[in-house]
């Protein structure tokens, strides 16, 4: 009945674009145009965690650090509109984003032979308090929707058991220190895989802000024995 009525309101008044209040044209929440704008901000990013750089290939920071990924492929950067496509889809529950956000998703990591013959997808977890409170976890759903369309396999391979400060507000190096020992991986799961799947990983997020959370988990996956950990994220922030 609520789904009728519902239909019978978006007759009357079709639902417009959230972000720029164009006609949607048949997309749901977002237009093709809104979409169509994601970008990097810069033409040079860094070969492994995907930050714009001035000159040379790999950053600053993950030359000090190298961190535990092998690299990041990205989206575009954490800039409007697709810092609002993201923050639609994780915290006003515009789950109906998923499917674009993984085709997306998609598009960016086919431009990458190197990462072809992974077959293994996981995803960074959520305390399940945290899910029960916003009802998902976004990078879960992505994960699967992206291994349903790139005809790979998904599996939980990561738990979270540390309840961890939000990194908000945290510097880069407070993050590194917030989320150490945070993710766990579940042998019981990663045992019953068979052992060529177990030797690489894509690892999908949302957002990658400094970094800190996909050094962790990739960490504890290469503990595991996997040798290569290839970051995938919507968005990378700049
Ligand atoms: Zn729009
Ligand atoms: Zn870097």
């Not at 908000?168 to 150490?180: D, P």
């Not at 042998?187 to 177990?198: G, M, Q, V, W």
Request: hydrophobic fraction near 40%; charged fraction near 25%.
């Amino acid at each position: 009945m609520l789904r009728i009525l519902q239909n019978i309101a978006d007759f009357i008044f079709p639902p417009l674009c959230a972000i720029c209040g164009n006609d949607l044209d048949g997309e749901k929440v977002v237009c093709k145009e809104c979409f169509g704008k994601v970008h990097f901000v810069s033409n040079s990013q860094c070969r492994i965690c995907g930050k714009p750089i001035k000159s040379g290939t790999i950053c600053k920071s993950c030359r000090e650090n190298l961190p535990s990924f092998n690299f990041v492929i990205g989206c575009g950067s954490y800039v409007p509109p697709l810092s609002n496509i993201i923050k639609l889809y994780k915290y006003n529950r515009r789950l109906s984003l998923s499917e674009r956000l993984a085709r997306l998703l998609y598009s960016s990591y086919q431009t990458r032979g190197d990462v072809k013959g992974i077959k293994l997808v996981t995803w960074v977890p959520m305390r399940r308090a945290k899910i029960r409170e916003r009802g998902y976890n976004q990078s879960r759903i992505l994960a699967r929707e992206f291994t349903f369309i790139a005809g790979l396999k998904s599996v939980k391979l990561l738990r979270k058991v540390k309840n961890i400060q939000s990194q908000t507000k945290l510097s880069s190096c407070e993050r590194l220190v917030n989320v150490r020992g945070a993710f766990r991986v579940d042998y019981e799961i990663l045992n019953a895989l068979d052992s060529d799947l177990k030797k690489e990983v894509i690892l999908i997020d949302d957002v990658l802000t400094t970094g800190a959370t996909l050094n962790e988990c990739s960490k504890v996956l290469k503990k595991a024995g996997f040798s290569r950990v290839i970051g995938l994220v919507s968005a990378i922030s700049p």
